[in-house]
């Protein structure tokens, strides 16, 4: 039997009282809303169930920022009070800087999850935190992860560049598909060709100069919604579905997902936890059936388990060290440079090594943090450096061990 679903409408109700009762969940799958459940029955079906469709221009024409709502009201009063933090009255984007140790390690990690990659959190805070590859896993799966975290350190280290704007999308899709694309000239582009989606009946657009004129229409409509969540959703329903790069684009959208979660204070969304399989069915409903349900219940679940995993997170602040976060790199070739010379770690030593990529007027606070790194430095913690044993027990012997 061919099931064929009507349209949404924008005021379909979502959480609690603001919407219909969930479905309990399936093995390995979270709680969803009837209408979740029966768009999930239909992208279930084999493809050869399922009527082929191109992009249909009213899904997006029928939207109007800040009248029509794909989150209900109650529902964002709601995802307001839940993702609200400490930093509420500070600059934009201060609450992502206090957490971006977390935020990197999370959020790099499930989203990548979600497009089957098999780190675990731990492999990916090793990665992350000491640039320790996993054993075992494919250098493809180690690069999505480093894409990811300098993706949003663009996003978090520099305020301005949270922002919805079509430079700021393209700039996540560099990032994002660094090393992974079949073309290398598509990084960062505008896609020029067709493509067509793994598992999937619809046929995005085709035609770049239309890609590129609807991409700017998206991206000023989402610009225009004032509700951070609202904002949030509308990126992750129509950026996807107009797949304007050759691949990586929900990648894309769950990264701009978090740029009004950054702007606004809020806690971020990390996707932690989420099923890759019914995160799939969801974007399926969209891109099929043009149909948001399945994606909200998957929203508001993913965004209630973010908040949880942050919960801790607020009650232990400890803001990061920023400045040791942009020169990390720098710091560590400095560090490794010394000891693998046998150098004594002077102030003139550490000035003699430090890259062009430090500022001048920066450089005596990181010739200071790197003498405070030598002054902690211990067999135990010397693999942060990628200082092997040997190099680090010869100079312990000529130095003593400390700074000389």
């Not at 492999?123 to 180690?142: H, N, S, V």
């Not at 790199?329 to 693998?340: G, S």
Request: net charge neutral; hydrophobic share 40%.
């Amino acid at each position: 039997m061919h099931l064929r679903l009507p349209l949404a409408t924008g005021g379909a109700a979502a959480l609690s009282s603001a919407r219909a009762p969930l479905q309990p969940p399936t093995q390995d799958d979270i709680p969803v809303s009837t209408e979740g459940s029966d768009i999930r029955a239909y992208v279930s079906q084999p493809r050869h169930q399922r009527s082929p469709v191109g992009y249909q221009l009213p899904f997006l024409e029928r939207y109007h920022p800040n009248h029509t709502f794909y989150l209900p009201q109650g529902l964002r009063e709601q995802l307001h009070a839940l993702g609200r933090s400490p930093a509420d009255h500070t600059p934009a984007g201060t609450f992502a800087k206090d957490i971006l140790n977390r935020l990197l390690v999370y959020l790099s990690w499930a989203s990548s999850h979600l497009e089957g990659n098999t780190y675990s959190r731990l492999d990916t805070e090793r990665l992350i935190e000491y640039g320790q590859a996993a054993e075992g896993k494919d250098a493809l799966e180690t690069q999505v992860i480093l894409n990811h975290k300098q993706a949003i350190e663009y996003l978090v280290l520099t305020p301005e560049h949270a922002c919805v704007q079509t430079d700021t999308l393209i700039a996540l899709h560099a990032f994002l598909s660094d090393g992974l694309m079949a073309d290398p000239a598509a990084v960062g582009r505008i896609r020029r060709r067709a493509v067509e989606i793994g598992g999937s009946v619809y046929l995005p657009i085709a035609l770049p100069q239309r890609l590129e004129t609807l991409l700017g229409i998206v991206v000023q409509m989402a610009a225009e919604i004032t509700d951070p969540f609202e904002q949030a959703f509308f990126l992750m329903v129509h950026l996807p579905y107009l797949q304007p790069f050759e691949d990586v684009n929900k990648r894309v959208s769950r990264l701009a997902a978090n740029i009004p979660f950054i702007r606004h204070n809020l806690s971020p969304l990390s996707f932690i936890d989420v099923p890759q399989q019914t995160y799939v069915n969801a974007m399926l409903g969209v891109y099929e059936l043009n149909r948001v349900e399945l994606l909200r219940d998957v929203f508001v679940w993913a965004y209630e388990r973010s908040c949880q995993r942050y919960v801790a997170v607020r009650q232990n602040l400890v803001p990061p060290d920023l400045f040791r976060l942009r020169y990390r790199q720098a710091l560590a070739e400095v560090v490794a440079a010394i000891v693998r010379q046998g150098e004594a770690a002077t102030p003139q030593t550490v000035r003699d090594k430090i890259p062009l990529s430090v500022p001048l007027a920066q450089q005596d606070h990181f010739t200071h943090l790197v003498l405070a790194e030598f002054a902690a430095l211990h067999v135990g913690n010397m693999v942060r450096f990628g200082i092997r044993p040997l190099e680090f027990s010869a100079w312990q012997r000529r130095h003593q061990g400390g700074v000389s």
